[in-house]
């Protein structure tokens, strides 16, 4: 609330009793109201409805014994925790890594960069099946080259559930390690060569100048992509419905899928609704927590 | 400091040079095991759809035997009975994201417009509200969504498709906006004001020049984000009339004996429209990225 106070010119708080909302008359106002009007439209028809709906349609709690009573279910949910847990942090991590490497001025890693956005921009669907179909078989890309630089044979990847889980991961760190790095790499630039440069004349090491200047001006723009990417990796059931196919048996599956499967296999929608609304007592505190790490940057603005 | 370091300098210079080697060996060594965990999967849909029999990625060879493009001719002349129907599909794929974009861009610089500039809503509200939507993940909103569809005569509507694609891209839009709009001076609406300009004008000729850069941006990302959505296409689209490249790869998914050369040929065709948008705005991308980030 204070950061939008913060972000006004002084000149107008002082002339303002209200600083926040400068008061719309007439026009103004009704064109402001007529240019927010799709948008809010849009919300109310295709995202409240909705969420309504789900809710209602998922409020019954014998829906929710039915799921504990499922092993299916439990394992599901671990899978899940498991899933985006790993796959955010790994993903982060390198991601903040790769950053400081793409930020060295060469012009070949310039190039690299080119390179490594691909597959970002590649249609998810189309990139999980591609490790889908290296992976399925036993003479896959992934086995050759094994065999070629280290003379073993690769293991039946969708064979068990946890390495057929780690094949996911793997996908989906592939998938969009490249977006957070590029915002890394945009937040790295945007540090002054100053601060560097002062650290630098002060003695301090490589080490010390990234822990001392890059972390803490770094953190907030990690934590807000660190959070936002948890929320997405949460309801992201296209690399274990692709790659692993969630299978053997169910064994690599996630709450996404599986509630697929109760809705459109087993023609229990509600189930199926039920399995997805049970991940919100994990989602609504990470999103709580991008809330406010929102509003904290704009203290700062 | 560095009269003290000085000194030191020359005695340290072998050591300092071997250090220096060290650091670029090590960042080829990195740069080279980065290019093949990007390219690797990529590659491998190159390496099915090369071969005109579609058996290369299970017989153990990293090249294919005989490449031939045959496989990506056929495809676009549609001369194999699997993609007949391909570029009717691709155009309904097109549809669908050039809609988008300009829907998301519309709606999401107008509601920007008004909240951020005029201050017809609170912020924190407007954040608030925006972030709701991914409290549900998509993949649960899906079952209510194909009910409420039949309830607004949208069922196997490629404009059910749109909306949904929309709603879920605009907060995300309306939120790098608003950041991006900070760095535009108030005063310059004010001004506007002043001369009698009114807010539609201010909205044509000061907000939409300025913000141009995070527009762009914005739209990249909701053709990304239209391109890169195949299940709400397959659960709402039904008829062959409606189908699209990204249904048409999930049923051969779901098709055992399906061609795989032929999946794989349609998926790098279906790959290159967003990878040329990106690329051709890449500029702005990073900019609408990172507009909100990196003031923190």
Not at chain 2, 18 to 28: C, H, K, P
Request: aromatic share 12%; charged share 15%; hydrophobic share 55%.
């Amino acid at each position: 609330m204070n950061g939008m106070d913060s972000t006004l010119p002084l000149g107008r708080i002082a002339a303002a009793g209200r600083p926040r909302r400068r008061a719309l008359h007439g026009s103004e106002l009704a064109w402001s109201l007529a240019f927010v009007l799709p948008y809010a439209a849009l919300f109310v028809a295709f995202a409240v409805y909705p969420i309504l709906y789900a809710l209602w349609m998922g409020a019954r709690p014998s829906l929710y014994a039915a799921l504990l009573d499922d092993p299916r279910y439990i394992r599901a949910a671990i899978n899940t925790v498991v899933f985006a847990g790993l796959a955010v942090n790994l993903q982060m991590a390198l991601a903040l890594m790769l950053s400081g490497f793409f930020a060295r001025p060469r012009r070949w890693i310039k190039l690299l960069l080119v390179i490594f956005l691909l597959p970002w921009t590649l249609p998810a669907a189309p990139a999980y099946l591609s490790f889908h179909w290296m992976l399925v078989t036993e003479q896959g890309l992934p086995d050759r080259l094994l065999a070629i630089l280290f003379g073993i044979q690769g293991p039946f990847w969708l064979g068990s559930g946890p390495l057929a889980l780690a094949c996911d991961i793997t996908a989906s760190v592939w998938k969009w390690m490249p977006l957070w790095t590029l915002i890394l790499l945009g937040g790295r630039m945007a540090i002054p060569q100053d601060l560097y440069d002062a650290a630098a004349i002060d003695g301090a090491t490589a080490w010390q100048r990234f822990t001392r200047v890059t972390v803490p001006l770094l953190a907030n723009l990690y934590l807000i992509s660190a959070l936002i990417s948890a929320v997405w990796t949460f309801g992201d059931y296209t690399p274990v419905l692709f790659v692993s196919g969630g299978g053997p048996a169910f064994a690599s599956a996630v709450v996404s899928t599986l509630g697929f499967s109760y809705a459109f296999d087993l023609s229990r929608p509600a189930l199926g609704v039920a399995a997805g609304l049970s991940v919100l007592p994990v989602l609504l505190p990470i999103l709580i927590l991008l809330l406010r790490a929102l509003r904290r940057t704009e203290v700062r603005l | 400091m560095t009269a003290a370091l000085a000194p030191s300098r020359p005695g340290r210079r072998p050591l300092h040079r071997l250090r220096r080697l060290a650091i670029e060996t090590g960042s080829v060594a990195l740069g080279a095991v980065i290019a093949v965990w990007s390219l690797l999967p990529i590659y491998n849909m190159f390496l099915i759809a090369l071969d005109r029999f579609g058996h290369d990625e299970f017989s153990g060879r990293l090249w294919p035997l005989h490449p031939t493009l045959g496989v990506f001719v056929a495809v676009l002349r549609e001369s194999a009975d699997d993609v007949r129907q391909f570029w009717h599909q691709f155009a309904n794929s097109l549809f669908i994201g050039v809609v988008v974009t300009v829907a998301t861009v519309m709606v999401g610089s107008l509601a920007a417009f008004a909240i951020g500039r005029m201050r017809v809503v609170r912020e924190a509200t407007l954040t608030g509200t925006a972030l709701l939507i991914y409290a549900i993940p998509a993949s649960t909103l899906i079952i209510p969504f194909i009910r409420i569809m039949k309830i607004y005569g949208l069922s196997d509507n490629l404009w059910a498709v749109i909306a949904a694609d929309v709603t879920f891209a605009t907060p995300y839009a309306v939120l790098v906006l608003q950041y991006y709009a900070k760095l535009i001076p108030t005063e310059l609406d004010d001004a506007a004001r002043i001369d009698g300009a009114s807010i539609p004008q201010i909205y044509l000729r000061i907000y939409l020049p300025l913000m141009a850069p995070a527009l762009a941006a914005v739209g990249t990302y909701a053709m990304l984000y239209a391109w890169n959505d195949y299940f709400y296409q397959y659960m709402l689209l039904m008829s062959e009339r409606h189908t699209t490249i990204a249904v048409a790869l999930e049923q051969f998914f779901d098709d055992d004996d399906a061609p795989y050369n032929y999946m794989m040929a349609i998926a790098i065709l279906y790959s290159l429209p967003p990878i040329a948008t990106f690329y051709a705005l890449r500029r702005f991308m990073a900019t609408g990225l990172t507009a909100g980030g990196t003031k923190g």
